[in-house]
């Protein structure tokens, strides 16, 4: 299986790197390819809102010139994806917010069971958030909703959650956590 690991936090070595690194090396060891992706690194715009995207439901398009499809297509030849970030205000991170929104290119058609379609039906997703506070009402559930949201906007299954919370700087993550990227791993896995 391919797994490709989008990594949202702007700390290439904070907590969301740690348990994401966890992730990966336990994939590594079960035979699955990965590929793991700092999104801060490429530099994407946010949508504008021109659906130009929507006008082919065939071609996988956008107006930004940046590489944005790029990523897209890695998404398109993965068999799952893992979406990482840090819990900043109730949701995604603003290094990985850009590329949520241009979420919108990867499905047309949505409301109507009979022209919806997207570019990654059936894909295999998982949300790996670390957050400072509790896991829960008042903290991680707002973003595990819009997560599921998405997951639905673009017909893509979500077979893995982890919320890590409490965390503070890396050297405070242990044992427990590490066990629960393993099994986050297995779930994403199948």
């Known amino acids: 299986m391919k797994v490709l690991c989008i990594q949202g936090s702007p700390r290439k ?13 336990e994939l590594n060891s079960r035979g699955h390819a990965v590929e793991h992706l700092e999104i ?17 439901p065939a071609q996988l398009t956008c107006s930004r010139q940046d ?3 790029e990523v897209f297509e890695s998404m398109k030849e993965a068999d799952a994806v893992i979406y990482a970030t840090p819990l900043y205000c109730w949701g995604f991170s603003s290094q990985i917010k850009p590329f949520i929104d241009r979420h919108l290119c ?5 409301g109507n069971p009979h022209t919806h379609r997207s570019h ?15 896991e829960g009402e008042g903290n991680s559930d707002l973003i595990v909703e819009v997560f599921k949201r998405l997951a639905d906007y673009v017909k893509t299954d979500v077979f893995a959650q982890l919320i890590v919370p409490l965390c503070t ?10 066990k629960k990227a393993r099994a986050f791993a297995e779930a994403i896995a199948g």
Do not use: F, H, I, M
């Open 13 to 25: 070595n904070g907590n969301t790197a740690t348990v994401l690194g966890w992730v990966e090396q």
């Open 40 to 56: 801060s690194g490429y530099g994407l715009e946010g949508c504008v809102g021109c659906y130009k995207c929507q006008l082919d």
């Open 67 to 69: 590489r944005g499809l």
């Open 106 to 110: 990867l499905s047309t058609g949505y």
């Open 120 to 134: 990654v039906d059936g894909k295999r997703v998982g949300l790996l958030v670390t957050a400072a506070g509790v």
């Open 169 to 178: 700087e890396p050297k405070d993550l242990g044992e427990k956590q590490r």
